[in-house]
């Protein structure tokens, strides 16, 4: 089947949501906040996991059907589980190295050792491997059964691997560095798992596919809605603020139930409206979805380095100590930027990002089974 734009689309505007969380990072302005503003410029950002980690699972659907539509027959599966893992470990390696740099700008890694996205999507394809095996529908039943059902994983014992798997935290190392597990492996793994079977859906025809869609979007949606308002299920925020506040503060770190809900439902239902959306726009967001770790790995150290331009502008200095132990970062309320400042620098970055990913997204196209599917 040809290349569906929507799934290019979908994730390439939560590529670009995701540059802005992360130049709030260098701007210093702290996640959440007493404003609105400052709310919902990390809130709008919560999309960019789920989706990414959901379509991840898609694309390797659509891979296993690529190589069995072109005669892989039974060995279509293997060739899968080989990328998965090839591709993980590499994802993995990236983390602790490049990754690890680009939020520095240091290669002493003797202090911490971050578990951060890439670290869990890398583990979560190789740990897909051997699901390939089942029949879609139970990989997808399986998926949903670790995401409804992580509140198992609290009963772990505290241990590096229980931290690893869902407890999340600090491992110490002892004379080693301290492991801060950003993003552990459940229920990512679900949510990968029901992006493979949702593949399923997204090769239907196309008027089917887009009943499924939305069918399956909003009904996670109004899931949300329905379960956020029962008192079983608490907010992460004050009893005092606001009650929309309430709603959409839901637990990241590990994503809750509801978390993962309010994300993936309406991006769910956002994928028929835009499939056949045209205009410059549309290209850029698909254009972006076509190589999402290569944006990935050029925009961190290039927010970085503009960001320590701008602080070089606005400061006199540029204050690289501040961003020593990045992503962990907390400057003095005094010297944070505005969102005005903030959101001129995101605008800026995506700009200087869309030339060098319109150039690899037609280098990868055309170099398909090479080196380049990997990034």
Known sequence: MARLASIDIV???????????????????????PTAGVFLTRWVTHFCAP????????????????????????????????YLVTRGLLLVLLELTIIRASWTFGVDYSEFILAGVIWMLGWCMVLMAPLLWLPVWAIGAAGIAIMAGQDVF?????????????????IQT???????????????????????AFGAVITREPAQRRRL??????????????????PLFGSGAPANAPWWVRLLNQ?????????LLMTLGPAIALMPLVERARGPISRMFETFGRVPMFYYLLHIPLIHAVSLVVWRLRDGVTHEEWFATAPYVFVEPQHRWSLLLLYAVFVLVVAMLYPACRWYAAYRAAHRDGWARYI
């Open 251 to 259: 637990r990241k770190y590990p994503a809750s139930q509801l978390f």
């Open 11 to 33: 994730r390439g505007i939560v590529m670009v949501l995701m540059a802005i969380d992360h130049v709030r990072v260098y701007a210093g302005v702290a996640a959440g906040g």
């Open 154 to 170: 609290r009963a772990l014992p505290r241990h590096w691997l229980s931290q690893l798997l869902y407890l999340g935290g600090q």
């Open 174 to 196: 002892g004379a080693g560095p301290t492991v801060n597990v950003l993003y552990t492996i459940f229920p990512w793994l679900g949510v990968m798992a029901a992006g493979y």
């Open 51 to 82: 989706v990414f980690v959901f379509l991840a699972g898609t694309s390797a659907y659509l891979l296993a059907r690529r190589l069995a539509a072109a005669g892989g027959g039974a060995n279509s599966r293997a060739a899968v589980a080989r």
């Open 213 to 230: 869609c939305l069918a399956i979007g909003l009904g996670a949606t109004v899931l949300f809605l329905v379960l956020a308002a029962l």
